[in-house]
């Protein structure tokens, strides 16, 4: 398939009629209706999306924690949608970045230790301090959690995500909990990952704001795809404001 | 009326948790269920004890005599502060039962020949008593017709004065005086061997030149009679008559026996509840205080409702009470039937005529008033602390707790650790008063786990000291008087026999200071093979050649010391009273006395060499034939054999001692589960959410389950040396408690008994960890994305 440029890009991911069918008690949710979908080495793109369209099934298929009821979904070389458990998890392990709405951070860790849990199980991953200094936080590695703010929080939360060198950054509602500007620095930090590392990223939020910084973004609607735009001009995220 | 919405909550609640709170109503049971086992055995037999006695007319002073004119009574009965009086006649016979080869001693006890006891009345189990006149009509103790398989109109022979009789069973019968059937010197009953038999008065009599006259007098006292001036005066009268000393009933073989037994279960009774229903009360606690706390959520939301906090403790005490009531429920319906099981088994050791059984509904209510105020305190604290936030912030997420670095990772040793090694020891410091309060329930349930098994360990110890080390005799053989050394040659010379050691046994009233105690003082032969004495390193001890050596707790009864003079008043014979100096203290576990080297003894008691009794090392193929010689020999009062003792104690302490260490080792395992498997269940729901994250990030479930059951594992394993040394202090206890004149028991705790404690532990710790494990595995990883805590 062609980049929307038209240039020859690799497609890191390659969805085809995906569905996810959930069984609540004596009824089927769709989640996802037959989405194809291809994500491409090292772009920006935002997944939008009122409550319920989908988006945050897609991301957890494409992260590994869920597999889809149907279709395919396909890792460079690898088909997803077979594997099992433990396959899943080595996949999450060695591949994927997580970075959650709620940080999820071991509470019992210093910022530097959070991000040498995933180091220290990672095959190929930078220094704690290097991934600390990416996001910002060189001065605040040996805090503990509760000693920082939820910004710095959501920053350790990235820099843990991306230490190990992943080929995709997923990123579940990263400022959903977060003020304007906690948020802009978290995603600025994001963006800075997206740029340096050349991660391929991939941010959900209900925030239309935010789809300006990515390369492209796709809108989610009743676990179909409503339609993809891609932004000619990329917004640093200094420039937002919501 | 349909449930109401909270109520329905409550019994879901309930359901979800149901493995945690079996578990806690587990452990509630086994502090109940203790709790009302040994208060209701114990009540039954108080009370069973009591009314046997009463009803019976057990007496309350006893003497025995040489021989008394009848007329004698009369003096008797006007000793004030005396009731009653019984006089009888009482022989030690030996017994011919057929196909019984050994030999067998029976008491033989006159009963009056009007068949009315004013004293120690019989509760006939069969048949009649004797028949007026009739001198080959006896009345059997029940237990002992029952070991031989004895009929009415069953009959069997006995050696009376010399002189062999035919008896015929007439009836079966228990008497108050012989609750506890033990042969003289011995500390168990073996019914096959030793009985009570109760003959005509006349009859008796006439077989032991004791027409018109008594060899025994029970006693008893009217209201207010002070029983040491009654003995006193007593002891006054029968003197000219060969009285032996008078003795209160608390000094009564017998009774005494009961006695012991009974102070010993009331031991037990205080405290095996006491633990069982600590650690209940602790977990309870712990258990339900951490239980609210997860549902502080849960608690705001149902403010925000509109709940008062008043509704919703209330709706917590509910979900509590049903918990801690079906432990409590369960607990008295174990713990009655475990006591009537126990009281059972004392029954078939002590022969009452019948038991008193009852619940005493005390008991229940302050098992259960325990088991709900420990579980109330904890449901308070929790739920106090969930509803005293405003329902908004209760609802927000709870601030990432506070961590700090260890002293372990601060003593240098943090580069060694991984991520996962830090979190498990950080948490662990962090909720170090939690996690000290679970390493001190497992460390109690070992610690209990060990009580079982250490009566075993110390009784098995105690039959090798006994018998291995000291009292190293096939057979012991007493005559029925102080007999001339020369029959030992008879002995030596039986087919069969390797090795003769004689002794002689003198009663007597050991005085030191205000202190006084009935014993015998042992003669034996200096450098005996047989018969050894021991000090306190159980090396063998040399006798001196003149003084008298004495048990070492008869030393702290007495409160001599080597080289202190006591008195001895000489309880046989024309009663000389002498002193004697105590030249060094021996180790015995069972019983206490006095000894001497035999020709020191005979010197004291100014007699030539004179035995009562000799102990054989055999060669066992001849058994059978040394009995039946022994038999036959008049001079031979009873003869019993070492190996049989040793059976006794086994079984004994398997019927009795048994039974309760397998109902501890079984509670102990039941509570060990239940503390561990608690702490696990609620550190899963505690650490759940940052587990999911985990396996998020791509930790493996054995990674995430290194985790949260390392903190478990390391828990467990600090639990475990303070459980076994807490297990040895709690093994001290019951052995200081267990200390009398009839047995000391030492502190013997084997190391199997040790690992068996620890092993429990480990396999209730493994199993919990598996189920905890299984759950692991099942972790809703999406669901803790989208929800904070």
Redesign the interface.
Known sequence: MLNEAGGQAVAVFEARGLTKVYPMGEVQVQALRGVDLDLYQGEFVVLLGPSGSGK?TLL?IL?G??TPTDGTVRYGEHDLSVYDD?AL??????H?G?V???Y??????TAR??V???T???PHPMRPEEALALVGLADRMDH???QMSGGE?QRVAIA?AIAKRPQVLLC?EPTGALDVQTGVLVLDAIARVNRELGTTTVVITHNAVIAEMADRVIHLSDGLVASVQRNTRKKAAAELRW | MPMRAIDRKLWRDLWQMRGQALAIALVVMCGVGTYIMFLTTLDALRATQDTYYREYRFAQVFSSLKRAPESLRQRILEIPGVDQAETRVVAQVKLDMPDFFEPVTALMVSIPDSGHLGLNALYLRQGRLVAPGRADEVVASAPFAEAHGLQLGDRFHAILNGRRQALTLVGTALSPEHVQQLRPGSVFPDYKRYGVLWMGRQALGQAYGQQGAFNDVALSLAPGGDAREVIDRLDEILKPYGGLGAIERKDQRSHRFLSEELQQLGMLANMFPGIFMGIAAFLLNVVITRLVGMQREQIATLKAFGYGNAAVLGHYLKLVAVIVCAGIISGVALGVWLGKLLAGIYMEFYRFPYLKFALHPEAVVQAALISLFAAAAGTLFAVWRAAALRPAEAMRPEPPARYRETWVERLGLKRWLSQPTRMIVRHIQRRLVKSLLTVLGIALAAGTLMTGFFQQDTMNYMINVQYGMSQREDLSITFTEPTARRAMFELQGLPGVEHVEVFRAVPVRLRHGHRSYRTVIRGIEPGGDIQRLLDAELRPVRLPEDGVLLTDYLGYLLDVRPGDRLVVEVLEGNRPVREVTVVGLVKEYMGVSGYMDLAALNRFMREGPAISGAYLSIDSAYLQEIFNTLKGMPRVAGVAQRAQEIRNFKRVMKETMLFFSYVATVFSMIIAFGVVYNSARIALTEGSRELASLRVLGFTRAEISYILLGELGILTLLAIPLGLWLGRWLCFYIAINLQNDLYRVPLILEPATYAFAAAVVLISAVLSALVVRRKLDHLDLIAVLKTKE
């Open positions: 945050s957890n992260g924690l869920d433990a998890t080595r996949y999450r392990r060695e994927v997580f959650f709405q709620f999820n951070l071991i509470p019992s860790l230790e959070n040498a849990l995933v220290e199980i990672a503990f959690p509760a929080q843990r579940d």
